[in-house]
């Protein structure tokens, strides 16, 4: 069975400091999608990044980038200058395919960015 | 404006209510799905539909139903057999099956569901 893991519960960084998020993942699967999404105390999810798993090179959104390691099943967040704004919790993604294309979330990060 | 939207914002089920939580989206998506989520727990896949009357159960299905008859919309009912139902729920939607990049979850605003 696919899982999805995120090892640090909660993290607290500076405003414009830079910040990793960690995440690892198991599955069979050779074709596959990554995504992290964040959920700010509004609670609405909204997507930051994706990422599909034949592209070697790592995806980037502004702020944003991911460090993808497929070998080692690695997926980690990195928010670069962070803002009061990146304040959230941010979830670890992964989409499988069979038998239909569903996505199973890690457990979460609450990533806090000191004034 | 596009989205998708999910009402109420608040909900209570007193013991042995089923009550319906609505899910309505206006971009045309194919997929829609239904996401429990408590604390320290992320989000727990509870049933999905792919097409209209067509519909599969996910993770923790039990307790709950749900429809899918119009393309629109995918209202879950929780039941009274869901013996803890205090909980945040997603409505979530994307365009389907094809394995595409497009193939993105967006997601609704959410329901609060308390127990009185």
């Known amino acids: 069975a696919q899982t999805v893991t995120q090892s640090q519960p909660e993290m607290s960084v500076q405003e414009a400091e830079t910040v990793t998020l960690s995440c690892t993942y198991d599955t069979s699967e050779n074709n596959y999608y990554l995504f992290w999404y964040k959920q700010p105390p509004s609670r609405q999810m909204i997507l930051v990044i994706r990422q599909e798993a034949y592209k070697q090179q790592n995806a980037t959104e502004n702020r944003f980038s991911v460090n993808f390691q497929k070998a080692a099943k690695s997926f980690s967040l990195k928010i670069s200058d962070s803002q009061l704004g990146d304040t959230a919790m941010y979830f670890c993604?992964?989409?499988?395919?069979?038998?239909?294309?569903?996505?199973?979330f890690g457990k979460g990060t609450r990533l806090h960015i000191l004034p | 404006d596009g989205g998708i939207t999910q009402s109420p914002k608040y909900l209570f089920r007193k013991e042995g209510q089923n009550v319906t939580l609505s899910c309505e989206q206006n971009?045309?998506?194919?997929?829609m799905y239904w996401y429990r989520q408590d604390p320290g727990q992320g989000l727990r896949l509870i049933y999905y539909?792919?097409?209209?009357?067509?519909?599969q159960k996910g993770d923790i299905a039990e307790g709950y139903s749900v429809s899918r008859e119009k393309k629109e919309s995918f209202p879950l009912t929780v039941t009274s057999a869901q013996k803890n139902p205090t909980a945040f729920y997603l409505c979530a939607s994307s365009i389907g099956q094809r394995e595409t990049p497009k193939n993105i979850q967006y997601f609704g605003a959410g329901t609060r569901l308390s127990v009185l």
């Open positions: 539909s792919q097409i209209v009357n067509d519909f």
């Open positions: 993604a992964f989409m499988k395919h069979s038998p239909h294309a569903t996505i199973i």
């Open positions: 971009l045309n998506h194919d997929a």
